[in-house]
T-cell receptor, first 115, second 114 residues
Framework: AQSVSQHNHHVILSEAASLELGCNYS??????LFWYVQYPGQHLQLLLK??????LVKGIKGFEAEFIKSKFSFNLRKPSVQWSDTAEYFC?????????????FGAGTRLFVKA | GAGVSQSPSNKVTEKGKDVELRCDPI?????LYWYRQSLGQGLEFLIY????????KSGLPSDRFSAERTGGSVSTLTIQRTQQEDSAVYLC????????????FGPGTRLTVL
């Protein structure tokens, strides 16, 4: 079965530290890839997405993610985190050409940034 | 409307009762999704709609769960004979199309089964 693994469930960083959240998926075909974020008390919202083209994708608030097809990975990065980045981050994968449109989410990573 | 809305925001029910959860998608969005988020878990896909049709019901946990969508807009998720393990946040999302579009999420319904 298709699955998405997020390596870290909880991450604690100090402001200005660099961030990398891992995401790996299990599906050998074409995929759409997403990172969603849920800030405290807010809805889930899109951070960035990859459909095709340049595997380095830039999103909102200085986040970026790199799709490495050979590693089935889509890791999220930010060079310098801020206290306002405290949130839960979800990686999601939509396998294409499967006859369906299910989106599979990872378990999420809770990021806490210390001021 | 401004975004996806869900009602009720919170629902507390007794084991064995039926509950209905409602989702109003963004106007014009043809695709609608239901997810379940249990404590400490990721989002578990339940079902999606393209228009009023639900081609893939494989994510529904049991035959106690059903969903419908009418008029290509509002959707209702019904859980019959609720069990304590049904306690979770039920999230609805919509997108303009099924293929490759961003999903816009609602605030969720927190269901507690006593």
């Amino acid at each position: 079965a298709q699955s998405v693994s997020q390596h870290n469930h909880h991450v604690i960083l100090s402001e200005a530290a660099s961030l990398e959240l891992g995401c790996n998926y299990s599906y050998g075909g074409t995929v759409n890839l997403f990172w969603y974020v849920q800030y405290p008390g807010q809805h889930l919202q899109l951070l960035l997405k990859y459909f095709s083209g340049d595997p380095l994708v830039k999103g909102i608030k200085g986040f970026e993610a790199e799709f490495i097809k050979s590693k089935f990975s889509f890791n999220l990065r930010k060079p310098s985190v801020q206290w306002s980045d405290t949130a839960e981050y979800f990686c999601a994968v939509k396998p294409l050409n499967t006859g369906g449109f299910k989106t599979i989410f990872g378990a999420g990573t809770r990021l806490f940034v210390k001021a | 409307g401004a975004g996806v809305s869900q009602s009720p925001s919170n629902k507390v029910t007794e084991k064995g009762k039926d509950v209905e959860l409602r989702c109003d998608p963004i106007s014009g969005h043809t695709a609608l999704y239901w997810y379940r988020q249990s404590l400490g878990q990721g989002l578990e896909f339940l079902i999606y709609f393209q228009g009023n049709s639900a081609p893939d019901k494989s994510g529904l946990p049991s035959d106690r769960f059903s969903a419908e969508r009418t008029g290509g807009s509002v959707s209702t998720l019904t859980i019959q004979r609720t069990q304590q393990e049904d306690s979770a946040v039920y999230l609805c999302a919509s997108s303009y199309r099924l293929a490759g579009d961003t999903q816009y999420f609602g605030p969720g319904t927190r269901l507690t089964v006593l």
